[in-house]
């Protein structure tokens, strides 16, 4: 049985570039939240999906967007990239009613130059 | 506004002592609490979690303990062991906010043999 699985691991991009990032969620889970991880911070919540719509978003601006696939799987997109930007960004999943027990990838890491 | 601080950035423990990682909370929204350990390359796993009814669990060698007039809660590692060297994040569920999971910043625990 699969976990949370997301790609690419590492990934480096110049400013202004734009990123996506990639999760497949727990086999039987439904809900895909995604967190944006800085270097000695806890996670801080972006955004979750599910039914292929965005339900809750945290305190990111609209060049951070996503999408849901039927499939379950989800996509982190990320527009005109800053150096703030660099950070881990871990791909969580969860069924429906049981959000707080997550399941997390291992991360993409992204470093902006 | 850090709603859920783990004030201890580190802390070091010796082979079958026990560990006692803290947390503190401040908003009283906060109805049911989680520990996470995370690995170096890894995104963070479910640990053990409570209720805000309760006010302790117990799983094996980890116990959570909850003191909701402190907004204090406490996780206990006996014996510790040097597998459990990782980061433990807190994480408590806000019922008045969509659930949303808020997260501390993390204990480093070392447990050296």
């Known amino acids: 049985d699969a976990g949370v699985t997301q790609s690419p691991t590492h990934l480096i991009k110049t400013r202004g570039q734009q990123v996506t990032l990639r999760c497949s969620p727990k086999?039987?889970?439904?809900?895909v939240s995604w967190y944006q991880q800085a270097l000695g911070q806890g996670p801080q919540f972006i955004f979750q999906y599910y039914e292929e719509e965005e339900r809750q978003r945290g305190n990111f601006p609209d060049r951070f967007s996503g999408h849901q696939f039927p499939n379950y799987s989800s996509e982190l997109n990320v527009n005109a990239l800053l150096l703030g930007d660099s950070a881990l960004y871990l791909c969580?999943?969860?069924?429906?009613?049981?959000?707080?027990?997550?399941?997390f990838g291992s991360g993409t890491q992204l470093s902006v130059l | 506004d850090q709603q859920v601080k783990q004030n201890s950035p580190s802390l070091s423990v010796q082979e079958g002592r026990i560990s006692i990682l803290n947390c503190d909370y401040t908003?009283?929204?906060?109805?049911?609490f989680l520990w996470y350990k995370k690995y170096p390359a890894e995104g963070p796993t479910f640990l053990i979690s409570i209720s805000s009814i309760k006010d302790k669990n117990e799983d094996g060698r980890f116990t959570v303990f909850l003191n909701k007039s402190a907004k204090h809660l406490s996780l206990h590692i006996v014996p510790s062991q040097p597998g459990d060297s990782a980061v433990y994040f807190c994480a408590a569920v806000n019922a008045g906010n969509n659930r949303k999971l808020i997260w501390g910043l993390g204990t480093s625990l070392g447990v050296n043999p």
């Open positions: 908003n009283s929204m906060f109805d049911y």
């Open positions: 969580a999943s969860s069924r429906q009613g049981f959000g707080e027990k997550l399941f």
């Open positions: 086999s039987g889970h439904d809900t």
